[in-house]
Every structure is written in C-alpha cells, then in structure tokens.
C-alpha cells in the first residue's frame, strides 16, 4: 500500500471527498468507493468504451485516468443523466423506445458519448452517428438499432 | 489489470516540473494524457516508480501564432489541435489528419506532446511532425534546446531526448503558399491503428511544376519513414501518372520498412502504401493547383 492522498471529486454534481491511492483508477474510484456501478468496466485499456465518462463535460475513457488527476475537476456518470427512472433522459429514452441495448455492458458508455455528440450535432447523418460511437464496442446488437436510438434520441432533443 | 504502485507528483509549474526531473530522472515517467502510458501500466507492462504528472502546468497547453509559425505547448490535447483556427488556415494537413487519431474519447485526454516523446511509429502525430517540418523544444533545469523533428526520432519508441529533458513546445512553420496536401491510412477499424498510413506535401512553382515533395509513412518501419529520394523524383517535375506511379512503386518497395503484424503481411502493407502514395500525391496535387488559382 502506497500512500494515500485526499481528494474533492464532483460526480453528478455531488461533491466526494475521499483518501486514494495514487494508482487508484478513475473508473475504480467511480464503482468502489462512491458505489455508482453504471459505469461499466471493459477492457481496461481504453479499447471499448464501456467505461466512458464525462470529465469536465468532455468525454474520456475513465480506466485511462487516474482518480487522483480528478481532484477538483467536475465528472458525469450515466447515473448523472436522469433526474429519476420516471424521467430518462432522451437518449436514455430513445434506446429504450428503439432498442437499442441488448445485455445492456456497453450501453453507459455509449450514452455518454453520445451526450456530448448530440450536443455538437443535434442533427446527424448515419454516417456521423456510426462514426461517433465507433469507439465503443458492442458485442450484441450490430449496431442497427443503436443508431436508430440514437436518431430517435435526435429527434426528442431538437 | 490494475497498474503497480507508484508514487505520484503534480506540480503546477513548468519550473517545478523541471526541478522533479533533475531529481528523478532515472526513475520517473511523464504523465501527460495517459491514453498510451495507462494502458501500459494496466497491463502492468511498464511499472514505473514515480509519474510526474503534466496536467496541472497550465502554461504548457498553448496554441498561438508566432512569426510565420504555430507553437504549441506540448500539453495542448489532439481534441484541441482538431478544432484550432489558426490551425486550420495555415496547417490544414494537421486539421485534417487528427481525427485520425484514434477516437474523439482518447483526443479529449491524448496531447501532442505525449504522442510525439511515445514515438510509435504507428502512430500518427510523429509522421505530422517529419512531415511540416517541426521544431522541437526541449528543457531541463539548466536550459533549453530545439530539436529538429528529422533528428528527434531515434528508433522504435525512443527519442533524442535526455533523461532529465522534457518537451514543452512543438514550433510548426506554416504550409508554404501553393502546397496541397493530403493524409490517408488504412485501419482495419475506425481508430484503430493502421496498416499503413501517408501523410503527402506537394508545393508547386508558378509554372505548375513540382517545387517541393514530401512523403511520410506510418507503421512503415522503426520510426516515422520519411521517403525522401521518392519525394525527390517528383522535384522539378510536371507531375503525371507515370511520375506518380514512380514514385509509389519506389516508396512502397525501397524506402519503407513495413514489419507485418497479425493483421498484416509485410506485401501486404506494401501494397497499401503504393496504392495510398498514388491517391495520396494526386490529391494533395489537386489542392496545390486550386490553391494556385
């Protein structure tokens, strides 16, 4: 055990304070100690995107950061999208309403992807969606239905 | 898959970060964006002792106009390099080369400088920087030197930089005026690394003809492959197909060194790389003339 050193994470707009590791990954800290298991991990390596966050409202791969370097920096969680399960957020909504999730591992991460692309580009082609969600991986769906989610989810937040 | 203990600094400053170094040089790795050295240490491939983490040396991550050049600091993210003005209107190859640098999750943490001191050679900003030409500024604590890019890259993952040294600032002159450009690669996924990848610069005269050349391969050999003697048949040419086909069959079958992998045989990188050159030089060729207009 190395030493530890205090840390003041905002995650959904809460404020955490805690004592980590220096090794202590971002995605670790997230399951571990605050218990939000929403953010799924994959590979551990920053190929599949399972584990993708929001840092600083960017998003990032949280196995590639290390929780230490979010001190003071502000983080969102899929868990930070709905303010309830009554009210999903659009694109929570739209995968739901179009299937776009089978086993449901990748799905947080794509969704927080997809925060963020949607923002930039609230009306896009296929093409751009493919592209957007090319960094992560999805073993069951072929995709298909997640782009449509992913129009479906445009379409509700223009 | 959970990396070794470490121990960890941050300091907020440029200074503070070079005194670091000249303490623990032998020991300690820069942490700049993390998007190769994590996952290395998550395999626990790489176990070292002590990081120096960069992201809290604000003065590090600039990007501005300076003489008929760029600089950018060395913790400037690819996200941001991707989306930079002055970028776009005088290093257009850089703007349009970025993103494909793996995927935009990676670019929000990856910076310029990381992926240049990683020195892979499949990777894509060590290839930019052969080919516009960079500087480099190195610093340790007791000063300062610039590197040209062409003597910066020592081999597979190995840089010309000193222990102690860091590097703070890459200095892009602009493109030259009446120069196309182009970037291609060959991934078997998007963001993956490629199989084969061609950065290409064509400058032209006022008479149409080819001034200036350049050709710079990825996952092409040890290093970024810079095929100047290629580039050469091209000079002082009125460029045509037979010229073009030239100096492809000559880059892809003399000047690289492709090693093959799992995913490819070395012919086939070979021809991947003939075949880029040709697409490559005719449509930076094309740019040069519309930019002649």
């Known amino acids: 055990m190395t030493q530890s050193f205090p840390v003041t994470i905002t995650v959904n707009e809460k404020e955490y304070k805690r004592d980590v590791e220096p090794r202590l990954l971002l995605s670790d800290f997230l399951r571990h100690e605050l218990g939000l298991t929403g ?41 930070g999208l ?17 299937h776009g999730l089978q086993c449901g591992y990748c799905t947080p991460g794509i969704l927080m992807t997809l925060v963020p692309f949607l923002k930039e580009n609230p009306n896009p082609t296929e093409d751009e969606i493919r592209h957007a969600i090319s960094g992560n991986l999805c073993r069951c769906t072929g995709y298909q239905h997640i782009v449509d989610a992913v129009k479906l989810a445009a379409e509700k937040m223009r | 898959m959970k990396p070794a203990p470490f121990e960890y600094h941050v300091p907020d400053s440029l200074e503070q970060a070079l005194d670091l170094m000249s303490q623990y040089a032998d020991e300690a790795k820069i942490l700049a964006g993390g998007q190769s050295l994590v996952p290395a240490m998550n395999f626990r491939v790489v176990q070292p002792s002590m990081l120096i983490d960069l992201n809290r040396v604000s003065e590090l991550s600039l990007i501005r106009e300076e003489g008929e050049a760029i600089r950018i600091g060395a913790m400037a993210r690819e996200r941001h390099l991707e989306f930079d003005s002055s970028i776009a209107k005088h290093i257009p190859l850089l703007t349009e080369a970025t993103p494909f640098i793996a995927h935009p999750q990676i670019r929000n943490r990856g910076t310029i400088g990381g992926s240049i001191v990683n020195a892979d050679p499949a990777a894509e900003l060590p290839v930019l920087m052969l080919t516009l030409d960079a500087r480099l500024k190195a610093q340790n604590i007791s000063g300062e030197r610039w590197i040209d890019a062409h003597d910066f890259f020592a081999g597979m993952f190995t840089t010309a930089l000193a222990p102690d040294e860091i590097l703070v600032e890459i200095e892009l002159p602009y493109m030259p005026p009446h120069t196309g450009w182009s970037f291609m690669e060959v991934a078997p996924r998007t963001g993956d690394y490629a199989l084969m990848g061609v950065a290409a610069l064509v400058t032209l005269d006022e008479n149409g003809k080819c001034k200036k050349a350049k050709l710079v391969y990825l996952n092409a050999g040890d290093g970024p492959v810079d095929a100047k003697e290629s580039a050469k048949l091209l000079e002082g040419e009125t460029l045509n197909d037979a010229l073009i086909e ?38 930076a060729m094309q740019r040069a003339e519309e930019n002649q207009q």
């Open chain 1, 82 to 98: 709905a303010k309830d399960k009554d009210n999903l957020h659009p694109i929570q909504q739209g995968f739901w309403e179009a």
């Open chain 2, 246 to 283: 030239s100096a492809a069959a000559m880059a892809s079958q003399k000047e690289i060194n492709p090693f093959g992998n799992v995913h490819t045989s070395i012919d086939f990188q070979r021809h991947l790389a003939n075949v880029l050159t040709k697409k490559a030089l005719k449509q």
């Open chain 1, 39 to 79: 953010t799924h991990v994959g590979c551990e390596h920053g190929v599949c995107g399972a584990c993708t966050v929001l840092f600083d409202g960017e998003s990032v791969r949280s196995c590639l950061i290390f929780a230490i370097q979010a001190d003071a920096h502000s983080i969102t969680t899929v868990e």
